[in-house]
């Protein structure tokens, strides 16, 4: 059963810097489309970063310039930096890797943008 584990996530003040990191299960996440979503309650899951496999990062326009996505192969981590947080940015956040049929999530980690 593959596995993925947040962490990083916390309380931080508009401005602020947070890194968030996910550690997979797998023998390499080399081989899978790994993205970042977060959700807030009533509304859909959101995409927020997104690496293909042997693919170039990409991003919303509403975290574009602020949110940095990466993956360390020999590691088997996938890590999401977030830069300048804005209250709207309060939401749980999700680690997932995507490979055809194989299709694998976190459980969540909580980012609250608060003064």
């Known amino acids: 059963q593959v596995q993925l584990v947040e962490s990083g996530g916390g309380l931080v003040q508009p401005g602020g810097s947070l890194t968030l990191s996910c550690a997979a299960s797998?023998?390499?996440?080399?081989?899978?489309?790994v993205a970042w979503y977060r959700q807030v309650p009533d509304k859909q899951r959101e995409l927020v970063a997104r690496?293909?496999?042997?693919?170039?990062?990409n991003y919303p326009d509403s975290v574009k310039g602020r949110f940095r996505i990466s993956r360390d192969n020999a590691k088997k981590m996938v890590t999401l930096q977030m830069n300048s947080l804005k209250v709207e940015d309060t939401a749980v956040f999700y680690c997932?890797?995507?490979?055809?049929?194989?299709?694998?999530w976190g459980q969540g980690t909580l980012v609250t943008v608060s003064s």
């Open positions: 997932n890797l995507q490979s055809g049929q194989y299709d694998y």
């Open positions: 797998v023998s390499t996440v080399a081989k899978y489309t």
């Open positions: 690496i293909p496999s042997g693919g170039t990062a």
